[in-house]
């Protein structure tokens, strides 16, 4: 019991001063931070990050409009059956009908059918069906005088959706994480909809405008005088000495948005606005060349989720793979526009169901009341085990005091974002980590009231309790990480400070506190037992 190396009193002193260097930022106000960070540039910089409820933010629920998905994909379906009767050579009668949730065509020559039918039907299977057990999309029927419908399923449908809201997270994630915004919530909320909770921001708009939008690029020729109406459609387009109005532009998009690799704000050499630099991979800076090649001295029309941003003349060829995208925007427009390109558009559109903005003022209220509760909590607990155990009260009060510091060590060094929850579940390892402790002293009494020394007592009341304590923590451990993998936002807060809290307080609450004991021993050489 006595022994105790000298090299785990070091280190536990050494693990301490380490937790209280991480965590002083974060009690510091900003302008304190700032200048300590400039005095003292080896001291971490890193603070806890507070959550939406704690900060005030923006939150944003998106719903996939699942019509416009379903639209997407019968028109797809009606380009691959069009591929297919050009490769099989067959003709209709009355072209390729579109319905509501499939599409309708009509082969009256019976060889035509029969091998057409085959490659229609291998069509609605999904590649790699049979490894991942995917559904078709869509079946192949065959009706009275030549008619053949092709029809979405409720299944394909759905699955479909699910897909779209899993590429939509990711394309939201970028988007969110290029604004400069720290730890956003992004998840799915049942089958299509998408939670986004961005703490810090107060610019709902801007957030809004950020996720609202496809952002769908292309680049297409302005339609000269002569062309056939059937071939132009009117877009509309912003100019700083007409206004609001609108161009004819060619139906037929010259090279898709998808061939971006990057796209940076910057500002024009000649004329100091702000303008967005953006760059093709290899075959979408072909294209660019070709067409700017063929067609010098012709507008050429950038067009951004079908409204014209800008339409410059082609002056010359432009090989280099790269150009630039004008229209009079502000600083924050160009760097946004840039940010929705680099992000890539989104698979299908979203719609905003619900957003609300929690001011600071809130997230204040939530902190104050939190510093409350972990306040009255500490005192009590701290009271207590001072009344009961005298000064083995006081060790159990320094360790429990270190346990919180750890804590917030370990969610500066994790990024964990700490939540209104998340403070509830510190106050709530406050009295697991003081409940080891009573656990350990209430046996020390016990071995000591039947007879044994107060060195055995010592000893036998830590290394007795010990194994009492370990399942009851790893009980506590299994539930905090299932309802992390299972919960979602404030469920998730609280499960991460109860795990945290938990590993801190077997740290604390045996090891810290032993070595106290054995140190207080060793000077004292008490002959009654405090306790």
């Known amino acids: 019991m006595i022994r105790y190396a000298p090299w785990k009193v070091v280190s536990i002193i050494v693990a301490t001063l380490i937790a209280l260097l991480l965590v002083v930022p974060s009690m510091l106000p900003q302008t304190a931070r700032e200048s300590l960070a400039r005095n003292v540039p080896?001291?971490?910089?890193k603070t806890i990050v507070l959550g939406l409820d704690l900060q005030g933010g923006a939150h944003v629920l998106l719903e996939v409009d699942?019509?416009?998905?379903?639209?997407?994909?019968?028109?797809g379906l009606r380009d691959d059956v069009r591929r297919t009767l050009r490769e099989e050579n067959v003709r209709l009668t009355g072209g390729i009908g579109l319905q509501a949730k499939g599409i309708q065509l009509r082969v009256p020559d019976a060889n035509d059918r029969a091998k057409l039918l085959p490659k229609l039907r291998a069509l609605a299977q999904p590649l790699g069906a049979s490894l991942t057990g995917a559904v078709s999309e869509f079946t192949v029927n065959e009706g009275d005088d030549?008619?053949?419908?092709?029809a979405l399923t409720d299944q394909g449908i759905d699955a479909r959706v699910r897909r779209a809201v899993d590429q939509s997270i990711e394309v939201l994630r970028r988007r969110v994480d290029a604004l400069g915004t720290t730890e956003p919530n992004i998840q799915r909320e049942g089958n299509d909809r998408i939670l986004v909770e961005v703490p810090g921001l107060q610019d709902a708009q801007r957030l809004k405008d950020i996720l609202g939008t496809t952002a769908k690029l292309e680049f297409r020729l302005v339609a000269d005088a002569g062309e056939a109406p059937s071939d132009v459609e009117q877009l509309p387009y912003y100019t700083p000495t007409e206004g609001n109005g609108t161009l004819p532009v060619e139906k037929r998009v010259m090279v898709q948005g998808e061939d971006l690799t990057d796209a940076q704000p910057g500002f024009d050499s000649r004329t100091g606005e702000p303008v967005v630099n953006f760059r093709f991979n290899l075959r979408g800076g072909q294209q660019f060349?070709?067409?700017?090649?063929?067609?010098?001295?012709?507008?050429?029309?950038?067009?951004?989720d079908e409204k014209i941003v800008s339409a410059p003349r082609i002056l010359g060829a432009i090989t280099g793979g790269s150009g630039q995208i004008s229209g009079s925007f502000t600083v924050q427009q160009a760097n946004d526009l840039a940010v929705l390109l680099r992000a890539g558009a989104l698979p299908a559109k979203l719609t905003i169901v619900e957003e609300r903005t929690v001011g600071p003022g809130l997230g204040q209220d939530s902190i104050d009341a939190g510093k409350r509760a972990a306040y009255v909590a500490a005192v009590l607990v701290l009271g207590y085990m001072l009344l009961t155990y005298g000064v083995f009260g006081i060790f159990a009060d320094i360790a429990l005091a270190v346990h919180i510091l750890l804590i917030?060590?370990?969610?500066?060094?994790?990024?964990?974002?700490?939540t209104l929850p998340g403070i509830?579940?510190?106050?709530?390892?406050?009295?697991?980590?003081?409940?080891a402790n009573v656990l350990i002293y209430e046996r020390i009494r016990e071995e000591n009231h039947g007879g044994r020394s107060i060195l055995q007592s010592l000893d036998a009341g830590f290394r007795r309790a010990f194994a009492t304590i370990i399942d009851s923590n790893v009980t506590m451990f299994v539930a905090a990480t299932i309802l992390y993998l299972f919960g979602s936002g404030p469920v998730r807060g609280f499960a991460v400070s109860l795990g945290l809290g938990i590993l801190t307080s077997v740290v604390t609450a045996v090891t810290m506190t032993r070595m106290m004991i054995a140190v207080w021993y060793r000077v004292k050489r008490p002959t009654v037992l405090p306790i």
């Open 42 to 45: 080896w001291l971490p910089a």
């Open 408 to 418: 917030f060590a370990f969610m500066v060094l994790l990024g964990a974002t700490l």
């Open 289 to 304: 060349g070709q067409v700017t090649s063929e067609n010098v001295g012709k507008p050429f029309a950038i067009v951004l």
């Open 66 to 75: 699942t019509p416009s998905v379903i639209r997407t994909k019968v028109e």
């Open 146 to 150: 030549g008619v053949i419908q092709l």
């Open 424 to 435: 509830a579940g510190i106050v709530f390892t406050i009295g697991v980590a003081v409940d």
